[in-house]
Nanobody, 122 residues
Framework: QVQLVESGGGLVQAGGSLRLSCAAP????????KGWFRQAPGKDREFVAA????????YYADSVKGRFIISRDNAKNMVYLQMNSLKPEDTAVYYC???????????????WGQGTQVTVSS
């Protein structure tokens, strides 16, 4: 059963921007921490960013710090990932995740979306 639904992926040139969105149809995750992960072909799924349920604290992987911004709108039951200055190495399937407590490891999240493809051309 799909718990989260990502959107906003696509093809963009290096240096461009994309904004990913994550919705939770039929379920309220407003009191859950949210995270974004990504998985490139042949690689493990890796942490990208996370945000506490109030949105008061955010965490980023070093590889995206200063370029990506995670945010949330609990009234709309949405979480976003603004990706700027994109690089070819950002190419991956991006996944939204949620759990009662915030973490930076894949196993710490129990609810996942099916992912959205982001491709950055050089």
């Amino acid at each position: 059963q799909v718990q989260l639904v990502e959107s906003g992926g696509g093809l963009v040139q290096a240096g461009g921007s994309l904004r990913l969105s994550c919705a939770a149809p039929g379920r309220t995750f407003s009191s859950f921490a949210k995270g974004w992960f990504r998985q490139a072909p042949g690689k493990d799924r890796e942490f990208v960013a996370a945000i506490t349920w109030r949105g008061s604290s955010t965490y980023y992987a070093d590889s995206v710090k200063g370029r990506f911004i995670i945010s949330r709108d609990n009234a709309k039951n949405m979480v976003y990932l603004q990706m700027n200055s994109l690089k070819p190495e950002d190419t991956a399937v991006y996944y939204c995740a949620a759990d009662a407590t915030l973490g930076q490891e894949r196993h710490e999240y129990h609810y996942w979306g099916q992912g959205t493809q982001v491709t950055v051309s050089s």
